[in-house]
């Protein structure tokens, strides 16, 4: 076993939580599958520092989603911390999770944005939420935000989220959904701040990577359903049911950030090799 034992983030992503007994679409169960999710979670060694949701943690905004969500969550271990995507509300979201005082940390318009200190390693969320829309944006009071937050601790290695991802991944429709206000402006901010050790994202419901100025930007699967990926453009929007599972952002002090993906569920092994 090493001297010292690696600290870990976990993101998840795209839970979109209904009221108790209904399914997404019909078909998907998100609560039992974000339910296998927090189950993974706490198995793991070691235990995260904290659990990131970076995302459409619930399918309509309303306060009975955002009550369930919040049932499902409590087994996490430490700290739990949420962001809006564009399935969210966010007064309902402030409402259900009143006593999460960093939802309204930005106290200079309705935005939910905040920095949190964990142990070597500075989170810094943005809210790219439209409010009626599936699209992304970050306007320019958001990002004069970022740009002040980065610049005052400028040597703590940072992980910066969002849900809308700053880059295109060649799912037209997706792309289409995607963020289209302020791209170019966020990844100049984030080439003046070389601490940003990583760009985090949802919004995709998969596993895509991307550089964006000096980093690496980020989407994780859904614990629940995955977008198909359709390169050439020809099919409708469309979800399948390939492996879910969440992020995992690995550091020990002086190291770089690593970033994994875990898939959830029963496997074989592991094995000695």
Known sequence: MPASLPQV???????????????LDGRVDTATALARAVQAVCRLR?????VLLSGDLVDAGSPEEYAHLRTLLAPLPGPVYLMPGNHDERGALRAAFADHAYLGQMHDG?????????????LVTLDTVVPGAGHGALCEHRLDWLDATLAQVPEQPTLVALHHPPFLTHIEHMDALGLREGREDFEAIIRRHPQVERIACGHLHRCIQARVAHTV????????????????????????FEPPGFGLHVWTTGTD????????????????F
């Open 46 to 50: 070691p235990a995260p520092v904290a």
């Open 110 to 122: 309705d935005f939910i944005q905040y920095t949190v200190d964990l142990p070597g390693l500075r």
């Open 257 to 272: 950030l690593v970033s994994h993906v875990m898939p959830v569920g029963d496997f074989p092994g592991p094995f000695a």
């Open 217 to 240: 930007a980020i989407t994780v699967p859904s614990p629940a359903h995955q977008v198909e990926l359709d390169l050439v453009g020809d099919h409708p929007a469309s979800y399948t």
């Open 9 to 23: 983030l976990v993101q998840l992503s795209d839970t979109h939580i209904m009221v108790p007994g209904r399914l």
